[in-house]
DNA sequence: ATGAAGGGTGCACACGTGTGCGAAAATTTG
DNA sequence: CAAATTTTCGCACACGTGTGCACCCTTCAT
């Protein structure tokens, strides 16, 4: 059997309560009593049971985590950086995939909240505005990354896509390009209108033209931008580079170029967006706009738990890209 | 505040034992109390709470998920596979990464023992035979994968990799290769040694000889599969294949290849192990063994809430890669 | 020596759910 | 119609930990 704290009290010769602050108020108990308890405690082996203390304090020191898809590389590490920081502070990860589906990922915040986690992180929510009613029913904190709601119990950390795409537009422009391709996500939502809208800022700035058959969608994965690439490939005039909504996309435009024969980066630059591992694995390896994937998972943490404690903490954080010079790009050919 | 049974048994006029028989014994009560108290349950909005049920009851519907690093997408699959089930049942994830750090692996595993969880999940263990005197102790079932130990309450699910490794070499010989490589993997324990083994096996068949400078090691992820291909370029005569432990290594293999000048397949060929969908992203697509990822984490959170639910399961399983043609492997140049 | 003050400890209850057993109510039996 | 039987329900306790309040035992001041 397991060891309670009856059983130290047993041993001890004194009451369940006494044993239950000897091992935390500290204060009240008489300094010899407080350490032959602990003695016992440490020599019986006892291990405190977190279920009993969630039922009684109303803390499961657990977080609710929701992602869309683990196989989605971008995600991984977001959950990676909110796992360490859990573990460091003896927090718990309860996981769940929503696999993009509204409907389920609402069921699956329900169930976490049921299941009397302290706090939610949910990455790249397709619920939106809904939320706001229910999170306030359920009175537990909410962190959102990606994803911008407002709220009493609703806290961001995101990363800033105009700021993004105007970056990586400036870099191909400052490579000297003049026919800039960007190819979009389908199922971006608001940070693929963000990221166009920090690309056409970049244009508009250079005095550049938009031109609508240079801007075309793909779906956020490899298959999406291959076949946008294709479209791409047929405009004429040809633009010489290309800013991807994401490196997934990227890739796959890069895939579609090579097939076709083309010389990457001289006959054309092609840039992406997240800064995966998955870029270094291709030839030439992809120049890209890196989020701080990690980090937004540590602030994410961070930020929960701040608030659990009842630090203050900011409600929303944004945070800044950074360009990553690989070999994917160059001056045009 | 939330709704209790207590709160139904007050507004029902009954006590907290009849609404709680009500909501589960189904027969102990008379049938139209019982459709009173559920009706008022469900006006109330009902959730029962978990925590007090597992204090009470000992069972969490949580079970724990063990893996090294979620930025291994090898794992990443397995965990969605074991989630998806999980989900579908009702269970939640509770998620750890260990770092590849035995050490911290044993504390995780007594850390989820301690929060109460059902079963335990390991992918890919680092602490082998030592599992064993703690998990008695523990009493709680593990499902191990893709490493094998024996005990009580030890299960696993694997894939065979003696196999794996005959059926990539096999493949390589029958497309006319006789000078075939191994990049292997410091870290890759008993699947490196597995893997090794069915290469010799395929190369002894075929009555190819073992040459120790066209076995190299690299350490499963890409920078060691590029260093462990320039090693393997400088061997004289050069191989003109090579098989590699993991997809990781191999696109590394690809990378260093490729900018060695050679062409792939034409040159060189190269065969990797896992099936990830990485492997696609790469000019030439990939060739490999695929594990069933998805399948592996399924079946073991399947052999584990059988176990859980008092089903008979098989205690080990074994299963088979099969081999995906894609393109960088052909016939010797 | 007596009373007050104060620190140390235990009783009883709380958290929300589940269950053995006995009591009350309803039903069947003689 | 009374007795035996069955059904239906509630009391009390359990799970392991935490806490308000009362009590007891020192210790100190008068």
Not at 16 to 38: F, G, K, N, Q, Y
Not at 111 to 129: H, T
Not at 173 to 180: K, P, S, V
Not at 235 to 260: E, H, M, Q, S, W
Request: with cysteine; aromatic share 4%.
């Amino acid at each position: 059997m397991r060891v309670t704290i009856k059983d130290i009290a047993r041993a001890a010769g004194v009451s369940h309560t006494t044993v239950s602050r000897a091992l935390r108020d500290s204060e009240e108990i008489r300094p010899e009593t407080r350490a032959r308890i602990r003695a016992i405690a440490e020599a019986l082996g006892y291990r405190p049971n977190p279920v009993a203390r969630a039922l009684q304090g109303r803390r499961t020191q657990t977080l609710g985590v929701v992602v869309t898809r683990l196989s989605d590389p971008f995600h991984t590490e977001v959950v990676q950086g909110i796992e360490m920081v859990a573990q460091a502070r003896g927090y718990g990860i309860l996981l769940s995939l929503s696999h993009e589906d509204p409907e389920k990922e609402r069921a699956i915040v329900e169930l976490l909240a049921a299941k009397q986690v302290d706090g939610i992180i949910v990455a790249a929510s397709r619920l939106g505005s809904r939320y706001l009613p229910m999170l306030e029913a359920l009175q537990i904190p909410i962190v959102l990354i990606n994803s911008h709601q407002t709220g009493p119990y609703v806290y961001s950390v995101a990363t800033d896509n105009v700021h993004g795409g105007y970056l990586a537009t400036r870099y191909l422009i400052g490579l000297g390009h003049r026919a800039i391709a960007y190819i979009g996500s389908r199922r971006g939502g608001r940070s693929n209108q963000d990221r166009y809208r920090g690309y056409r800022q970049a244009l508009r700035e250079a005095g550049l033209p938009l031109r609508p058959e240079w801007v075309v969608k793909g779906d956020g994965r490899v298959e999406g931008g291959e076949a946008a690439m294709r479209r791409l490939l047929e405009a004429d005039p040809r633009p010489t580079a290309v800013f991807c909504y994401n490196d997934l996309t990227a890739i796959g435009a890069l895939k579609a170029a090579l097939r076709a024969g083309l010389r990457v980066p001289l006959d054309l630059s092609i840039i992406g967006f997240d800064g995966l591992e998955e870029g270094t694995y291709v030839t030439p390896m992809l120049t890209t706009v890196a989020q701080p994937r990690r980090q937004l998972g540590r602030l994410a943490a961070e930020m929960l738990l701040e608030i659990l404690e009842g630090r203050p903490s900011p409600k929303h954080i944004l945070l800044q890209g950074t360009l990553i010079e690989r070999e994917s790009c160059g001056p045009p050919g």
